[in-house]
């Protein structure tokens, strides 16, 4: 079964720090692209951070740069995203996506793992 599956996500206070990892079973990245979104409550949902698995160029939205880095493991089939320095507007569901290239369109999504930043 092909399959991203989150973890790392739990309750933290506010300029504190949780790493999210996103590993695929069923499926090796290779030319794909791997992203991190998230959706808070009555929000639509939003790019946070996404890589190219081949080469690793990033990219990070401007409410998380400098703060959140992604990363990738080859070895581990795995992306990771932390979070450092996390402010209650942080609080979201996130989510792991990849895409395959050429396209790049995102075709596999994992279950959300939640992350709540606490005042």
């Known amino acids: 079964q092909v399959q991203l599956v989150e973890s790392g996500g739990g309750l933290v206070q506010a300029g504190g720090s949780l790493r999210l990892s996103c590993a695929a079973s069923?499926?090796?990245?290779?030319?794909?692209?791997v992203g991190w979104f998230r959706q808070a409550p009555g929000k639509e949902r939003e790019t946070v951070a996404h890589?190219?698995?081949?080469?690793?160029?990033?990219y990070y939205s401007d409410s998380v740069k400098v703060r959140f880095t992604i990363s990738r493991d080859n070895a581990k089939n795995t992306v990771y995203l932390q979070m450092n320095s996390l402010q209650p507007e942080d609080t979201a569901v996130y989510y792991c996506?990849?895409?395959?290239?050429?396209?790049?369109?995102?075709?596999?999504w994992g279950q959300g793992t939640q992350v709540t930043v606490s005042s």
């Open positions: 069923g499926r090796t990245f290779s030319n794909d692209i």
């Open positions: 996506a990849a895409g395959k290239g050429p396209s790049y369109r995102y075709d596999l």
């Open positions: 890589i190219f698995w081949s080469g690793g160029s990033t």
